[in-house]
Nanobody, 116 residues
Framework: QVQLVESGGGLVQPGGSLRLSCAVS????????ADWYRQAPGKQRELVAS???????TYADSMKGRFAISRDNDRSTVSLEMNMLKAADTAVYYC??????????WGQGTQVTVSS
């Protein structure tokens, strides 16, 4: 019943910007921390950014100053604004809701490709 649907991925030039969105349904969204992860080919999935129910944000070091995570509890969405994109940012990006340890919820992912 819980569903997370990511959108906004695509092909972007280096230095460009992109905004990803994740629409959440089937859960009391506003009380849970939400995350964005990414996974590049041949690499482990890594945490990109997090936002708590109070709006406190956390970023991986390589994303600080370039990415911004936000949430809209009225619309049950979490977004990721990405700027100054690099080829190394190419990956499938996933949203995740931390309902409880070992029992969170994943979206299906959206592809971001940074290439000239």
């Amino acid at each position: 019943q819980v569903q997370l649907v990511e959108s906004g991925g695509g092909l972007v030039q280096p230095g460009g910007s992109l905004r990803l969105s994740c629409a959440v349904s089937g859960i009391f969204f506003k009380i849970y921390t939400a995350d964005w992860y990414r996974q590049a080919p041949g690499k482990q999935r890594e945490l990109v950014a997090s936002v708590t129910r109070d709006g406190k944000t956390t970023y991986a070091d390589s994303m600080k100053g370039r990415f911004a995570i936000s949430r809209d509890n009225d619309r049950s969405t979490v977004s990721l604004e990405m700027n100054m994109l690099k080829a190394a940012d190419t990956a499938v990006y996933y949203c995740y809701i931390r309902e409880r340890i070992g029992s969170g919820h994943w979206g299906q992912g959206t592809q971001v490709t940074v290439s000239s």
